[in-house]
C-alpha cells in the first residue's frame, strides 16, 4: 500500500518502465493499493454529507445529488467536491496520484483539473440511468488546446462486473475523438454498434476490476463506460481530472467547460494558479 506520507511506499507505486510502455499503448494503467481502509472510512463518510449538502468549506460543489431532493436509482455526479471539503481535497491533490500522472504522460507539472465525485447505487437492471455511457473525456474538455489530460479514477470500494467497474477500449486513445461519445446514454450495446472504428482497429473492452484504494489512470482519449451495478451496495469512487502543465485555454465549439469560465481566458492562456493545485511536483 502507498502512502504520501511514505516516500519508500511512494516509490513503490509509481510505474516501472514496462508499466509506462504499456500505458502508451494502451492509454490506461491500473495502480498498486494507494490508500489505506482506515483513510476510506473516512473518505466515504464526508462522501455522505456532501449529499447530506454538509459543505465543510461552505463552498457548494457543481451539479450535486442531494438526499431527499434527487432520484435515489440515479448515478450521483458531483463536480469539483474538493471545493466543499478537505478529506475530499486530500484525494483530489493527493501527490501520489500526482506523481504517478506525471510518469504515465511524461510531465514535469501535473495540476488538477477538477474532480468528479461518483456514487453508483446498487440493484440496478441493466436498464437504470446508473450506467455511463461509452465516452471519451476529451469530447468534454475542448476547452484545452491538446489532450494533455488524464484520468485518476480512485475506487472507494472494490469493483469489478458485478457492480459497474469502469471497462476501457484499449488502444482507442489512438483514435482520436470518435462518434457516439456521450457519458449519459444508457445503451451502451446500440452506442458500441453506432460507433465508427478506425480500420485495423477494434472495440474491444477491458474490465478494471479493482480493490478498494486501487486508482486506475486513463488517457483523456481512450474510450470508457461502465454497466449496471447489479449488487445490494452502492459503488462509490472519484475520478480525479488531471492536466499536464502546458495545458492551454481554447474557445471550443461546444461550449465552454465550467472550468473554462473560471479562467475567462484568452486564446493561449495556461491554466494555472489556485483554481487548479499542483500534484507533481
Not at 112 to 120: I, M, N, P, S, V
Amino acid at each position: 500500500m502507498c502512502s504520501a506520507l511514505n516516500n519508500l511506499l511512494q516509490l513503490q507505486c509509481l510505474p516501472e518502465e514496462k508499466d509506462i510502455r504499456f500505458f502508451e499503448e494502451n492509454g490506461y494503467w491500473v495502480s498498486p493499493k494507494i490508500f489505506s481502509d482506515e483513510q476510506l472510512e473516512q473518505i466515504i463518510e464526508h462522501q455522505d454529507r456532501i449529499y447530506r449538502a454538509q459543505f465543510e468549506t461552505g463552498r457548494e460543489p457543481i451539479c450535486n445529488w442531494l438526499e431527499g431532493i434527487d432520484n435515489p436509482r440515479s448515478m450521483r455526479k458531483t463536480d469539483n467536491s474538493h471545493w466543499s471539503d478537505l478529506t475530499l481535497r486530500t484525494v483530489a491533490t493527493d501527490p501520489t496520484i500526482g506523481s504517478i500522472a506525471a510518469n504515465l504522460m511524461n510531465s514535469s507539472v501535473i495540476r488538477l483539473w477538477h474532480d468528479q465525485l461518483l456514487y453508483k447505487p446498487g440493484r440496478g437492471s441493466g436498464k437504470e440511468t446508473a450506467n455511463v455511457g461509452w465516452h471519451q473525456d476529451y469530447v468534454y474538455w475542448q476547452n484545452c488546446m491538446e489532450p494533455t489530460l488524464i484520468t485518476a479514477w480512485v475506487a472507494f470500494t472494490d469493483v469489478d462486473l458485478s457492480n459497474g467497474c469502469m471497462q476501457v477500449v484499449p488502444r482507442s486513445h489512438k483514435w482520436g475523438l470518435v462518434n457516439a461519445n456521450n457519458f449519459f446514454e444508457q445503451n451502451l450495446e446500440k452506442q458500441q454498434a453506432e460507433m465508427e472504428v478506425p480500420e485495423n482497429e477494434a472495440f474491444t473492452t477491458a474490465p478494471l476490476v479493482m480493490k478498494a484504494g486501487q486508482v486506475s489512470f486513463h488517457h483523456a482519449l481512450t474510450i470508457h463506460g461502465s454497466g449496471a451495478n447489479m449488487t445490494d451496495m452502492p459503488r462509490r469512487s472519484m475520478a480525479v481530472h488531471l492536466m499536464t502543465g502546458d495545458t492551454r485555454y481554447k474557445s471550443a465549439p461546444r461550449g465552454r467547460h465550467f472550468n473554462a469560465e473560471i479562467l475567462n481566458g484568452n486564446e493561449g492562456d495556461l491554466y494555472e494558479g489556485v483554481h487548479w493545485p499542483v500534484l507533481y511536483p
